[in-house]
């Protein structure tokens, strides 16, 4: 009973997951694929036992951190929901007034999560709030730094950032693979954790692959 109820408490998150990301058709898979890319960056930490005081030292730890992690990374840009369409389904880039609102959907999205006792929960209220801060301390929405950013964040961070660089958008093509890895490697120790981003760099096969494996529909052609 308590495995089913489990079982149901992470496809719940992952059916709310899909009801939010089909509002913005412009995103396509990208939580799949950032949850995803997270799974792959926790698992390794966790093998390598880096970070074993958050992790765990056990098969069974790491497996349950990462299972947690994959499931709570779907709700990273829940906080969305409060944005207007307006903004939110803008064919073009925000302008500067639309990305401070923007913006504010880490807290928007924190939120919705404050109170929760039960562990997922309360690790997607740190990653819809923390998912944007840098490593450097120059993020959002509170400027911390290091690791006063929570792990789950950090490795967030750094699965988000890549997915959006390698995903069309209507005011951007997709970057090749090659480019968005070295955009991320170019980020260690300003924008990401270095040991999240050397494990995104020694799995970056599995990375591609799921990349591959998920990719979204061509965006349809805006009329002229």
Known sequence: MNQELEESRFQIIEHLSRAIEGRDKHTGLHVQRVSRYAFVIGKFLGEQRQHANVIGHSQEDIQKFCRILESAVLMHDVGKVAIPDSILLKPGRPNAKERE????????????????????????????????????????????????????????????????????????????????????????????????????????????????????????????
């Open 101 to 224: 609102i923007l913006n504010t959907h880490p807290e928007k999205g924190a939120k919705i999560f404050d109170g929760a006792e039960d562990k997922l929960l309360q690790t997607a209220r740190v990653i819809a709030l923390m998912h944007h801060e840098f490593w450097n301390g120059k993020g959002y929405p509170n400027k911390i730094k290091g690791e006063d950013i929570l792990l789950v964040g950090r490795i967030c961070a750094v699965a988000d950032v890549f997915d959006a660089l390698t995903s069309e958008r209507p005011y951007k093509p997709a970057w090749p693979f090659e480019k968005a890895i070295a955009k991320i490697q170019e980020g260690s120790g300003e924008e990401f954790d270095p040991a999240v981003v050397r494990a995104f760099l020694a799995k970056q096969d599995e990375i591609r692959r799921i990349m591959n494996e998920n990719r979204d529909d061509p965006l349809p052609i805006a009329p002229s």
